[in-house]
């Protein structure tokens, strides 16, 4: 068998042994091999957390990544941004016919890393095969619960004015690498995306700092930008920060001022920003430069008033600029 076949959808041996022999043989654990309609899994103190999302990244395959690892390190991350400690994932797989199953495999032993690497299980998944020109080669869905301890409060709610922003390291590089990668721009082997688990990193920081750490946000889609105006929304505040302490690639800025694309609002994967109680700031930052994840974090601003959704930004030259969400989808299928 070298391709995907419907026959693998079927629901029968094929499926069975696609199943078993693909999925089951890398992520295999106590919950997951019965292959139960469901998981089953253990209630934990405090609270649960629960999340979903599904990933159609276009090259499937990209420098510092794959399919894989972004469905898991995105939905672990997802559950990391609200305080949760991962309990386990589904992963839901939508399979075009005719898809090599050596890509398969790739995206499998990816997958497989990944979990590993976080800490966390796959306990249940689902695949379903659909005919050629009905996908576009592999598309993911996975969901993940996680469970918050007691006093954790990790919220927009929580941000007050004072806070400081920080962001745990340069922005950007998901995005343009994707797009670098898709439209063969020839900057493969000096860019990377940043995907990244950070649950282990935030949950670090929450043990050091549980009650100053007031709200977590990975600016994935619609980048830096659009995180920091929907977060000001939200929490009913102003904000500033300062271009010049924006932790930036200079490959990346070089190839976006090439191509004439905003940094401020390409993806991240592996990136966050804090909002924190100003008399941490330096010391949530010694913690975060012990992490590889935050080897390059900067304060980069402060919460400033009661102008609900207004940011601006500081600009290098002196200048100010009201920051926007993002409109419009210049990077489709990023993610």
């Given at each position: 068998?070298?391709?995907?076949?419907?026959?693998?959808?079927?629901?029968?041996?094929?499926?069975?042994?696609?199943?078993?022999?693909?999925?089951?043989?890398?992520?295999?654990?106590?919950?997951?091999?019965?292959?139960?309609?469901?998981?089953?899994?253990?209630?934990?103190?405090?609270?649960?957390?629960?999340?979903?999302?599904?990933?159609?990244?276009?090259?499937?395959?990209?420098?510092?990544?794959?399919?894989?690892?972004?469905?898991?390190?995105?939905?672990?991350?997802?559950?990391?941004?609200?305080?949760?400690?991962?309990?386990?994932?589904?992963?839901?797989?939508?399979?075009?016919?005719?898809?090599?199953?050596?890509?398969?495999?790739?995206?499998?032993?990816?997958?497989?890393?990944?979990?590993?690497?976080?800490?966390?299980?796959?306990?249940?998944?689902?695949?379903?095969?659909?005919?050629?020109?009905?996908?576009?080669?592999?598309?993911?869905?996975?969901?993940?619960?996680?469970?918050?301890?007691?006093?954790?409060?990790?919220?927009?709610?929580?941000?007050?004015?004072?806070?400081?922003?920080?962001?745990?390291?340069?922005?950007?590089?998901?995005?343009?690498?994707?797009?670098?990668?898709?439209?063969?721009l020839g900057f493969s082997d000096r860019l990377q995306s940043d995907t990244a688990a950070l649950n282990r990193l935030v949950l670090s920081l929450l043990d050091c700092f549980p009650a100053d750490i007031h709200a977590l946000r990975d600016p994935t889609r619609g980048g830096v930008a659009t995180t920091l105006c929907e977060i000001a929304l939200a929490a009913g505040t102003s904000m500033e920060i300062k271009e010049e302490d924006i932790p930036l690639d200079r490959t990346v800025s070089t190839v976006c001022e090439i191509l004439g694309i905003d940094p401020f609002f390409l993806a991240n994967e592996g990136k966050c920003l804090l909002f924190v109680a100003p008399a941490v700031e330096a010391a949530v930052l010694a913690e975060l430069y012990r992490h590889p994840e935050g080897e390059r974090a900067k304060l980069i601003g402060r919460v400033t008033g009661h102008d609900a959704g207004r940011v601006v930004l500081h600009t290098v030259v002196g200048g100010q600029r009201l920051m926007t969400p993002l409109t419009g989808d210049p990077l489709p299928r990023i993610c």
């Open positions: 068998m070298d391709c995907i076949t419907l026959d693998h959808g079927s629901g029968g041996l094929a499926a069975r042994e696609l199943v078993q022999e693909v999925f089951l043989s890398r992520l295999n654990n106590p919950l997951l091999a019965p292959l139960e309609d469901s998981a089953v899994l253990p209630v934990a103190a405090g609270r649960l957390a629960f999340t979903t999302d599904s990933y159609v990244v276009d090259p499937l395959f990209f420098p510092g990544g794959d399919i894989g690892a972004l469905a898991i390190n995105g939905t672990v991350n997802d559950l990391a941004m609200r305080g949760a400690t991962p309990l386990g994932l589904s992963l839901g797989l939508i399979i075009e016919e005719g898809l090599p199953l050596a890509v398969l495999e790739r995206v499998a032993d990816s997958l497989a890393t990944a979990a590993k690497k976080a800490g966390v299980m796959v306990v249940t998944g689902d695949t379903k095969v659909v005919p050629r020109g009905a996908a576009d080669k592999l598309f993911i869905n996975t969901a993940g619960v996680g469970s918050i301890a007691t006093g954790i409060e990790i919220s927009p709610l929580q941000v007050q004015v004072g806070d400081g922003i920080i962001l745990s390291g340069t922005m950007a590089d998901h995005g343009i690498t994707v797009l670098a990668e898709r439209e063969n």
